[in-house]
Every structure is written in C-alpha cells, then in structure tokens.
C-alpha cells in the first residue's frame, strides 16, 4: 500500500470546522454572483444604449456583444479569474467566507475555476437543481461537479480558525 501525501487534504473528521455551515453559504454566494454578473451586463448595456443616442443610433451596432453568448463568456471569464486569484474564491465566496481548493489542498487556478462554472450550469441544468442534494450525502459537501472536478469548497482560514475557537471555548458556537 502506497502513500500519496496529497490524497484528500481535507478531512471533516479532523477539520469539521472547514465544513460548518458551507452548503448555506454556499447557496448565498452564489445569489451575490448571480447579481454581480447581471449587474455588469445590465450596466453595459445602459452604456451601450447612451452611447447609441450620443452617436445618434451608431452605438447601438454594440449591442450584438450582449447578445446570450457574451453572457456566457463573461460569466465564465468572471469564475475563471476569480476562483484562479490569490484568494480562490468569487466575491460572492469572499464575502461569505469561502474558498475552492483542489481535493489535495492545492488552490485553484484560472482554467479550474472556468470549468468549475461550466460543469455547474451543465449538471445543474441537465439533472435539475435537485442535483444539488448530492451535497447532503458526502462528508465534505461536495456537489456533483466538485467530485468530478476534484474540488472542494471550505471555509476560509479566518472563518475555520474561528470556528475553532469557538469550539475550544466552550463547545458551542457562540456568536455566529
């Protein structure tokens, strides 16, 4: 039997800090995504429509690089440098605490972050949103397409140390 120093880094027998309250979070960040990325679409096409009446009309040629396609790549392009930066995480992540690391430990980079955000939508959209329970029968509350992708969404340094704390202080959560 072999070694492998990087199989499973996070183990929620040792670590359940990591895992306290991530499937809520998680959900919540996504909803502040959602809205950071409509929000940006729905602000380029205010500058798209005001440019077309300064222009007298001609400004309104850009609109095409709204279209439903363009949405998608921003999107993408948005989780792809966001889960690829120096915090691994969305801002939506960020502000719920998270993070996305690679089953080993490893934080992700820009290609796993966009292919993150493909496979959501794929399993999500083929397998219905109930596709998201999986969560509720694996001990690291990974969904299908952090499996596949050998992902793993954890509580960030700061939240886990303090939900330690909170644990060594007395065994209950106190404050959160």
């Not at 966001?82 to 691994?88: F, I, K």
Request: net charge positive.
């Amino acid at each position: 039997m072999t070694f492998d120093p990087r199989a499973q880094a996070y183990d929620p027998m040792r670590r359940p800090e990591l895992f306290e309250g991530v499937p809520a979070r998680r959900v919540v960040a996504f909803l502040i995504d959602l809205v950071i990325i409509a929000s940006s679409l729905l602000l380029a096409g205010a500058i798209v429509l005001l440019l077309g009446l300064v222009t007298l009309g001609i400004g309104w040629g850009l609109f095409f690089l709204l279209a439903p396609p363009a949405w998608l790549v921003w999107a993408i392009l948005y989780c792809g440098v966001t889960l690829g930066g120096p915090r691994s995480a969305t801002l939506g992540m960020q502000l719920m605490d998270l993070e996305m690391r690679t089953y080993y430990g490893a934080p992700a980079y820009f290609v796993l972050g966009a292919v993150h955000a493909v496979f959501f939508w794929l399993s999500v959209s083929a397998l219905t949103p109930f596709v998201l329970l999986v969560c509720f029968f694996n001990e690291r509350r990974r969904l299908l397409h952090d499996i596949l992708l050998g992902t793993v969404i954890v509580n960030d340094a700061r939240r886990a140390a303090m939900l330690r704390g909170a644990v060594a202080g007395g065994g209950i959560y106190k404050g959160l």
